[in-house]
Nanobody, 119 residues
């Protein structure tokens, strides 16, 4: 069983920055691929970006490319989402997710943290 807990959300003005954290339980965090998703009010959840177990490879949605950066600290069992140049359309609940070994997809999810960007 893996537990994921996000933190770092809040209210920020357009153009500002936030850093989200996702702390994971378990001793095999370093074997998980991790990802961030978000869901805006009235919209479906969408992919933001992902990072491999080693942290050597990342992929981002076009909407955040060049503004957001995912990183991880396997010693601390934590994955981060650095968000710069925030826009009102980045508003939503941000979730981290884990893809554990042998799974066919992201099989563990956090409870989410709210990010609100004012114009």
């Amino acid at each position: 069983q893996v537990q994921l807990v996000e933190s770092g959300g809040g209210l920020v003005q357009a153009g500002g920055s936030l850093r989200l954290s996702c702390a994971a339980s378990g001793r095999t965090f370093s074997t998980y691929a991790m990802a961030w998703f978000r869901q805006a009010p009235g919209k479906e959840r969408e992919f933001v970006g992902r990072i491999t177990w080693s942290g050597s490879y990342t992929v981002y949605a076009d909407s955040v490319k060049g503004r957001f950066t995912i990183s991880r600290d396997n010693a601390a069992n934590t994955v981060y989402l650095q968000m710069n140049g925030l826009k009102p359309e980045d508003t939503g609940v941000y979730y981290c997710a884990a893809w554990t070994t042998g799974s066919s997809g992201y099989n563990y999810w956090g409870q989410g943290t709210q990010v609100t960007v004012s114009s």
